[in-house]
């Protein structure tokens, strides 16, 4: 079945338990991190955690009573307009403020000390067929509304400067704010560091009574700043990648571990590199939670764990990988929108597959970070489909085409004693699979087709691509699941394991990798009715789709009637001939 992002429900229902369970003191150094010494006795003592707020959209009042009861609230909570809510909603979506009746309520909770504590909920009524659906799924996604807020105790001007510079100096940025007359308070908002780690990307500051003097500077800086450091944040991005590239390359993290704080003069010399600037790269990485930092030196977080070469599910070939000739080719991103060349093959001379077959220590990185991801297979073992074909009295054939080495079919085989498995390969991939399928244990029950496309071996029960399509144009992707479709017997299924665009623009790893395959391999993503046409024009048709790990999605296909692909195969037969092409591979 299609995914969706989290209802009303399970959103209120996760920001209760939020409440209920934090304190001030122990949230604000997550919410800034580094937070401590004067800034932190500062804000705690004059302020205190409030309430976690959320929107919500429910289809009538009675529908946001029983959402209340359903979360422990009291459903009968007054409700008052929310005007600074309203206002941002009009100013986003392009619409007039008098049409969005936003309602606050604050139903109360009680903290972890027993303290008095609200969810703030704000309500905008959305009737089934509304033409506010498209606000309400937008907002849903991105979470726009959200934040924490603290209650400023006894506000007066000079405070309420002096907390909004120590928030500042803390990396919040300034992001709107305004007065509420229905209930004479003031808030002020702010964006959450890009490092915070409490779960929330905006911070609310709330004093009782109109402070619009204040207010009035702080949306001044807010309009003055903000687009400039975001914009500013976006350009270092490319810092980003090389350093986790580099630390990874010096094998840093294989020197530290998670539990035993190391320092940067021993940690140097294990390495072989200058302290001075050992010491600046981890400051860096610290900022992303790479690495902790204290006075007796550096550790691993699970995050930077992730890149030791020995670690389950190591990530250091991906950092090497997206570091190193994705990085490079990647500066050709202009020369590809303006031409339409790809860029890989404009810096390095030769396609992508080409180029990394002529190089064996490039080609045993590039199967090593396409392993790296493979948590997203994790999944896929329990997919109906596959329990089916493993518990049938015939024990069912898994044909993975274009199987690389062997990490996707050894999963499930693996998960499934029963199974048996067929690889369709390239000739010099196959040896590379054999070894990792029998060091699984899985070989015996695995037999390999050396070939192309083409070569697609019939009669087995569930067929899979995974990472294939996005590789190819449309026409590749035709002829490719043209070969699927003519293996397959009538009752085989076929599951295709892609990162898939969203449909409403939401942010999405598939959108970065759309970037990703054009500038390097002339692929390209698409949404799941791209893929369901790709599939009628090859006599399949798409059954239903599924989330999995790592922004990826798999979709399940099936043969498609007689009659419904007779007109598929007419409107193809019209189109221009597939491009030819020889040989296949994935790219991470």
């Known amino acids: 079945m299609m995914t969706t992002m989290p209802g009303d429900a399970a959103r209120l229902r996760a920001t209760v338990d939020f409440v209920r369970e934090q304190d001030t003191t122990a949230l604000l150094p997550l919410l800034l991190p580094g937070l401590d010494g004067p800034d932190l006795r500062t804000l705690v003592d004059r302020c ?34 929310s005007v600074v ?57 991105r979470q726009h509304e959200a934040h924490l807020a603290f209650e400023v ?24 704010g305004g007065y509420n007359p229905h209930e004479n308070g003031t808030v002020f908002y702010f964006a959450a560091p890009a490092d915070s780690k409490a779960g929330y990307r905006r911070v609310e500051l709330y004093a009782q009574g109109d402070h619009r003097d204040v207010l009035a500077a702080h949306l001044e800086e807010h309009s003055a700043r903000q ?3 975001a914009l500013l ?9 090389q350093a986790l590239a580099a630390f990874a390359q ?93 860029a890989f093959e404009h810096l390095f001379g030769e396609n992508h597959f080409d180029h990394f077959a002529r190089d064996p220590e490039l080609a045993e990185l590039f199967d090593r970070s396409m392993a790296a991801s493979s948590r997203m297979f994790e999944p896929l073992s329990g997919h109906p489909v596959v329990t089916a074909a493993s518990e049938a009295l015939t024990p069912g054939t898994v044909v993975d085409v274009a199987g690389g080495n062997g990490e996707l079919l050894g999963h499930l085989l693996s998960a499934h004693p029963r199974l048996r498995g067929i690889l369709l390969e390239r000739p ?37 691509l995974s990472r294939v399509l996005h590789d190819w144009d449309d026409e590749r992707c035709r002829e490719i699941l043209r070969h699927c ?68 999605g798999v979709m399940h296909a099936r043969k498609a009637p007689v009659a419904e692909y007779a007109g598929a195969s007419h409107r193809v037969s019209t189109a221009a001939g597939a491009e030819s092409s020889s040989m296949w591979d994935t790219t991470v």
Request: some cysteine; hydrophobic content about 45%.
């Open 153 to 176: 105790e006894r506000a007066e001007p000079l405070m309420l400067r002096g907390l909004c510079a120590v928030l500042a100096r803390r990396g919040a940025v300034p992001d709107g």
């Open 227 to 229: 687009p400039a450091e």
């Open 428 to 464: 010099h991939v196959i040896e590379a699979a054999r070894r990792s399928l029998d060091a699984l244990g899985c070989g015996e029950r695995c037999a390999y087709r050396a070939g192309d496309f083409a070569d697609v071996p019939p009669g087995g029960d569930v067929y899979v």
């Open 48 to 81: 205190r955690f409030a309430h976690a707020a959320l929107l919500v959209f429910p289809p009538d009042a009675q529908a946001l009573r029983t959402l209340l009861a359903e979360c422990g609230l009291a459903p009968d909570t007054p409700a008052q307009p």
């Open 485 to 552: 479709s003519r293996a397959m017997p009538d009752h085989a299924d076929l599951l295709i394991v892609e990162r898939v665009l969203p449909v409403d623009g939401s942010p999405s790893l598939a959108t970065s990798w759309d970037l990703h395959m054009m500038c390097n391999v002339g692929g390209r993503e698409r949404r799941a009715n791209h893929y369901a046409r790709l599939l009628g024009d090859a006599g399949l048709t798409l059954v239903d789709h599924s989330a999995l790990p790592l922004g990826a």
């Open 250 to 342: 010096l094998r840093v993290p294989d020197a530290m571990d998670t539990d035993t704080r190391i320092g940067v003069e021993a940690l140097a010399r294990t390495v072989g590199a200058v302290a001075e600037n050992l010491a600046r790269l981890l400051r860096y990485l610290a900022m992303l939670d790479v690495v902790t930092q204290d006075r007796d030196g550096f550790r691993l977080t699970p995050l930077g764990a992730l890149l030791r070469a020995d670690a389950p599910g190591s990530m250091r070939p991906l950092a090497l990988m997206y570091g190193g000739p994705f990085y490079q080719s990647f500066a050709g991103l202009g020369h590809t929108v303006r031409t339409g060349q790809v």
């Open 85 to 141: 809510v309203r206002e941002r909603l009009a100013s986003r979506h392009g619409r007039d403020a008098k049409e969005l009746e936003v309602r606050i309520l604050r139903p109360g909770v009680t903290g972890p000390d027993g303290a008095r504590r609200t969810i703030e909920v704000f309500a905008l009524t959305v009737p089934p067929g509304s033409e506010l659906a498209g606000i309400a799924e937008h907002e849903r996604a």
């Open 233 to 241: 944040r976006l350009l270092t991005g490319a810092w980003t990648t």
